[in-house]
């Protein structure tokens, strides 16, 4: 080998080990700061994202006969926007909803975010006389479909009760079933949504059984001293 032959492969052989593996140390810091920046970005848009609290329920939930800011559930998020809290409430109520055609439709509603699920549903039930068991059944597969899809969620059942028209047996049945199923379930309870508003007619509207602007004042009051210590 001629002398400038093997000198000429020194020299590249020691450019190549100084080289190293080609990375260069100013643009791999570069990228792992970006890397690091992202990331701390992404947590700070989690933490800064709201909460949902799906109502879901009847008429009642849906605020019929009523502005949709003056439904109770709008009312709740009033009281959570004026203590800056992080929730987002999410009013699924439907009139004319049952427990049957309720579990039915659960499924679409847990498609989104869910961290605290308040239950308003049976009413409609009641007032068609549908067996108690049959309106337990629905409610309780209902449940079972929030707690398996996001089962760190709070849940929240709103008690409901029924006229005494309806005969004794049944009334009392039904008035029970929604503290066991809450017992059952380890639920947050509202003893009876409609507390309150039982004979004054100026809470009511015309219709003879849905609250007005001012009954659902009552409602918000009623479901925020439940909800209030979850948040």
């Known amino acids: 080998m001629s002398r400038y032959r093997y000198l000429f492969l020194v020299l590249l052989t020691a450019f190549s080990a100084g080289c190293g593996n080609g990375k260069n140390p100013a643009t791999d810091q570069n990228v792992t700061e970006e890397v690091k920046d992202t990331t ?105 479909r929030v707690k398996t899809k996001y089962p760190a969620a709070k849940l929240v059942m709103a008690g409901m009760q029924m006229p005494p028209s309806m005969g004794q047996k049944y009334t009392t049945d039904f008035k029970n079933l929604f503290p066991a199923i809450a017992k059952e379930n380890k639920m947050s309870y509202i003893p009876f949504l409609l507390e309150g508003m039982g004979g004054v007619p100026s809470l009511i509207q015309e219709d003879g059984l849905h609250p007005n602007a001012k009954g659902h004042r009552i409602l918000a009051e009623n479901v925020w001293k439940v909800l209030r210590p979850l948040l």
């Open 40 to 144: 701390g970005a992404n947590t700070a848009d989690k933490a800064a994202a709201p909460k949902n609290i799906l109502f879901f329920g009847t008429s009642l939930t849906a605020g019929l006969g009523v502005d949709p800011e003056q439904a109770f559930p709008a009312r709740i998020q009033d009281k959570i926007d004026s203590l800056k809290l992080p929730y987002k409430v999410i009013n699924a109520g439907l009139s004319g909803e049952t427990s049957a055609a309720g579990k039915n439709r659960i499924d679409w509603l847990l498609k989104q975010p869910l961290d605290i699920f308040v239950l308003e549903l049976g009413a409609n039930d009641g007032l068609r006389g549908i067996p108690v068991t049959e309106t337990e059944a629905n409610l309780q597969d209902l449940i079972n």
